[in-house]
Each structure stands twice: as C-alpha cells, then as structure tokens.
C-alpha cells in the first residue's frame, strides 16, 4: 500500500522554525517527484514547493522562498520541509505528495497525498 506520513508539525511563534518530514512506502520513492501543499483555515489549497525525483530542480512557491527550503533523502525515502522565520500567516495543514511528474505537482496534483501535519504559528 502507498502511504505518505507528515510529521514534525506544532505550534511556534512568529519568528520561529519547523522542520516537516514526510516518509513514504509502497512505491519507488527515487522514481517521484515530491511536493509540500497546505490548506489555511477557510482557504484552498497553495502550492509551497516541489522537488524532483533526483533532487537537482527545486522549486518554492514566492510567499516562502527564501524562507522555507524543501529537501529530500532517498535512501530514507523522506523529504523534508524546513521552515524558517514563519509567520501567522503560515498557519495551516501541510500536506505531503507525490507524483511521477513535476508539472504535475506545480499545478496541484499528485497521485499519492499524505494525511497532513498542522503547523500553528502564534503572533
């Protein structure tokens, strides 16, 4: 069974820094790209970053580049989101996916999703 699992979540204040990991199973993780998407209390989903399978093309959405980074381990299977000098506006469930295409991720689309982590940040 494919499976996403986000952790790393909390709550933090303004200023401060998480680091979201997300493990997969089931499928060839090499073989993915992977992104990070979150969904703000009454809002749609936004795009946060993308990675491809070998880990060379790295895209961030422009509310967090440079202050969010994505990163990935494959032979942990896992991809990282760390994220530094967050904002209230920052809060929301972070969700990781995964695809076989990138394009596909930048538009909001995966195959596989994970079951999200909430990230809190207090002003």
């Known amino acids: 069974e494919e499976q996403l699992v986000e952790s790393g979540g909390g709550l933090v204040q303004s200023g401060g820094s998480l680091r979201l990991s997300c493990v997969a199973s089931?499928?060839?993780?090499?073989?993915?790209?992977m992104s990070w998407v979150r969904q703000a209390p009454g809002k749609g989903l936004e795009w946060v970053a993308a990675?491809?399978?070998?880990?060379?093309?790295?895209y961030h959405a422009d509310s967090v580049r440079g202050r969010f980074t994505i990163s990935q381990d494959n032979a942990k299977n896992t991809v990282y989101l760390q994220m530094n000098s967050l904002k209230p506006e920052d809060t929301a469930m972070y969700y990781c996916?995964?695809?076989?295409?990138?394009?596909?991720?930048?538009?909001?689309?995966?195959?596989?999703w994970g079951q999200g982590t909430q990230v809190t940040v207090s002003s």
């Open positions: 996916a995964a695809d076989a295409g990138l394009s596909q991720l930048v538009l909001g689309r995966a195959r596989y």
């Open positions: 089931g499928f060839t993780f090499s073989a993915y790209a």
């Open positions: 990675i491809n399978d070998v880990g060379n093309a790295i």
